[in-house]
């Protein structure tokens, strides 16, 4: 069973949702009703944010996400076993230096002892300017030692477009990481960035989940037709690094009428946009636990 959480739903700026991250959590035995009996097997955080802290800070308050709550009270960052990093913006790496010390310094091992690792997945563009452009100057010294990103984060490479470096698993779910146009330099996806498109291994079913990217339709236009849920990136101006609603709003109906908006600014509750939300299947809310994959 595969379920999917957001720790926020908003865009860079926005105030009143969280950043958008979100928590991906598998289990080997489905479940049924609002509250899982079991912690997950396995849980995938799709980014962390600026913001990331303070909402699995409240999260953890909630009813289910009890395993997110450390018996000191603080976050239980052992509790994310996969972080996967879609792009290099401060709105999903933000959070990244406080879950490394905090592994580090607070957290062990329960079978080596030694600091608490996740295993942290991206190309290695982005895992090299992440390392050398954002988390280098906070996490590169400790007392009496200088220290890498792999002394914090087991590393995992991805290669997009390689069929057996493109895609990692969780149980039998395998999530493919494909390039999306959310800003360019000269050319279109020469800026590294990347959405994931799900599937169950066993039933063939997917869902898609776009990360940061503008609209790009004829990229994807077969993920998101065989797709059983879509989960997209919206904001509700023209925004030249984002997709925009009236933009959105051109998909074919049977597409829309499964697609979750998310990543969208402060103004969402204006009464002048909900007519054109009302033709998607809704705006994604922030701490609510979506089921993706009932594990038949």
């Given at each position: 069973?595969?379920?999917?959480?957001?720790?926020?739903?908003?865009?860079?700026?926005?105030?009143?949702?969280?950043?958008?991250?979100?928590?991906?959590?598998?289990?080997?035995?489905?479940?049924?009703?609002?509250?899982?009996?079991?912690?997950?097997?396995?849980?995938?955080?799709?980014?962390?944010?600026?913001?990331?802290?303070?909402?699995?800070?409240?999260?953890?308050?909630?009813?289910?996400?009890?395993?997110l709550r450390h018996e000191?009270?603080?976050?239980?960052?052992?509790?994310?076993?996969?972080?996967?990093?879609?792009?290099?913006?401060?709105?999903?790496?933000?959070?990244?230096?406080?879950?490394?010390?905090?592994?580090?310094?607070?957290?062990?091992?329960?079978?080596?002892?030694?600091?608490?690792?996740?295993?942290?997945?991206?190309?290695?563009?982005?895992?090299?300017?992440?390392?050398?452009?954002?988390?280098?100057?906070?996490?590169?010294?400790?007392?009496?030692?200088?220290?890498?990103?792999?002394?914090?984060?087991?590393?995992?490479?991805?290669?997009?477009?390689?069929?057996?470096?493109?895609?990692?698993?969780?149980?039998?779910?395998?999530?493919?990481?494909?390039?999306?146009?959310?800003?360019?330099?000269?050319?279109?996806?020469?800026?590294?960035?990347?959405?994931?498109?799900?599937?169950?291994?066993?039933?063939?079913?997917?869902?898609?989940?776009?990360g940061d990217t503008r609209?790009?339709?004829?990229?994807?236009?077969s993920m998101l037709e065989?797709?059983?849920?879509?989960?997209?990136?919206?904001?509700?101006?023209?925004?030249?690094?984002?997709?925009?609603?009236?933009?959105?709003?051109?998909?074919?109906?049977?597409?829309?009428?499964?697609?979750?908006?998310?990543?969208?600014?402060?103004?969402?509750?204006?009464?002048?946009?909900?007519?054109?939300?009302?033709?998607?299947?809704?705006?994604?809310?922030?701490?609510?636990?979506?089921?993706?994959?009932?594990?038949?």
């Amino acid at each position: 069973m595969l379920t999917l959480t957001f720790l926020g739903v908003g865009s860079a700026f926005a105030k009143r949702n969280f950043n958008s991250n979100a928590l991906f959590e598998f289990w080997k035995k489905p479940w049924k009703g609002a509250k899982p009996p079991t912690p997950p097997d396995d849980t995938l955080l799709v980014d962390f944010g600026m913001t990331g802290p303070l909402a699995i800070h409240e999260l953890k308050q909630k009813p289910g996400f009890e395993h997110l709550r450390h018996e000191t009270g603080m976050n239980n960052y052992t509790a994310i076993r996969k972080v996967f990093i879609t792009h290099q913006h401060a709105d999903h790496i933000g959070g990244l230096e406080e879950m490394a010390l905090m592994n580090f310094f607070v957290f062990k091992d329960k079978k080596s002892g030694k600091p608490f690792k996740s295993e942290l997945i991206s190309t290695i563009n982005i895992l090299v300017n992440l390392w050398d452009h954002s988390l280098k100057g906070g996490l590169n010294t400790i007392q009496n030692r200088y220290c890498l990103l792999q002394d914090y984060f087991f590393i995992r490479t991805m290669i997009p477009g390689q069929p057996k470096k493109n895609n990692f698993n969780m149980g039998p779910y395998r999530f493919e990481i494909f390039p999306t146009d959310h800003v360019q330099i000269e050319r279109k996806y020469d800026w590294p960035s990347y959405g994931l498109y799900i599937k169950h291994t066993q039933t063939g079913q997917t869902v898609f989940y776009s990360g940061d990217t503008r609209f790009d339709f004829p990229a994807y236009s077969s993920m998101l037709e065989e797709a059983s849920l879509c989960f997209h990136d919206c904001n509700f101006f023209d925004d030249p690094v984002h997709a925009w609603i009236e933009d959105l709003k051109t998909l074919p109906e049977e597409i829309r009428r499964k697609m979750y908006l998310y990543h969208y600014g402060d103004g969402f509750d204006n009464p002048n946009l909900q007519p054109s939300i009302a033709q998607f299947k809704g705006l994604t809310q922030a701490h609510q636990r979506y089921a993706l994959f009932d594990g038949k």
